[in-house]
Antibody, heavy 119, light 106 residues
Framework: EVQLVESGGGLVQPGGSLRLSCAASGFTFSGYWMSWVRQAPGKGLEWVAN????????NYVDSVKGRFTISRDNAKNSVYLQMNSLRVEDTAVFYC????????????WGQGIPVTVSS | DIQMTQSPSSLSASVGDRVTITCRASQAIRDYLAWYQQKPGKAPQLLIY???ALQSGVPSRFSGSGSETDFTLTISSLQPEDVATYYC????????FGQGTKVEIK
């Protein structure tokens, strides 16, 4: 059974940093692209970033470029999202997602982890 | 950038009704279109990909159709467990979601 478990969320002040982690199990982690998708309170879904199987390719939505960094450790079956210079508008539930079709089609989702940016 | 527009934003229907949700792309995207279901308080789940291919385990009352710019998700006979928000998403040249359609029981 595919499982994706996020951790590291919480409350942070504007301008602060947070690192999300996602532990994967139940599939061959090194064989899949991984992504992060977020959902602001009461709003729709927004893709944030994805990373290729070997970490050689990373893509980001324009609004987080230069502030967020996605990475992975295939030995630990984990993917990470380092979030710097956080803004109030980054407040959302962040989902770790297994992705196919070059990292853009999302076939398994974690339960989500809330991130609140507020003073 | 290609925009994805869903209609309606919400709908209310009776159990057993046929429900149709529309998704329109601002440019042609062939069949690179997926549908997701998000039940209240839960993570989204993939229902359909390649516009019409049913993801494993999804009930057959769900179906998808369309190509290029116009797509539809149909629930042939609405069930109480189908109460959810449904999102379309293109997955070519950057994943982009529609704004969602909330489905309720009348």
């Amino acid at each position: 059974e595919v499982q994706l478990v996020e951790s590291g969320g919480g409350l942070v002040q504007p301008g602060g940093s947070l690192r999300l982690s996602c532990a994967a199990s139940g599939f061959t982690f090194s064989g899949y692209w991984m992504s992060w998708v977020r959902q602001a309170p009461g709003k729709g879904l927004e893709w944030v970033a994805n990373i290729k199987q070997d970490g050689s390719e990373k893509n980001y939505v324009d609004s987080v470029k230069g502030r967020f960094t996605i990475s992975r450790d295939n030995a630990k079956n984990s993917v990470y999202l380092q979030m710097n210079s956080l803004r109030v508008e980054d407040t959302a539930v962040f989902y770790c997602v297994r992705a196919v079709w070059f990292g853009e089609l999302f076939d398994y989702w974690g339960q989500g982890i809330p991130v609140t940016v507020s003073s | 950038d290609i925009q994805m527009t869903q209609s309606p934003s919400s709908l209310s229907a009776s159990v057993g009704d046929r429900v149709t949700i529309t998704c329109r792309a601002s440019q042609a995207i062939r069949d690179y279109l997926a549908w997701y279901q998000q039940k209240p308080g839960k993570a989204p789940q993939l229902l359909i990909y390649a516009a019409s291919a049913l993801q494993s385990g999804v009930p057959s009352r769900f179906s998808g159709s369309g190509s290029e710019t116009d797509f539809t998700l149909t629930i042939s006979s609405l069930q109480p467990e189908d109460v959810a928000t449904y999102y379309c998403q293109k997955y070519h040249s950057g994943p982009t979601f529609g704004q969602g359609t909330k489905v309720e029981i009348k």
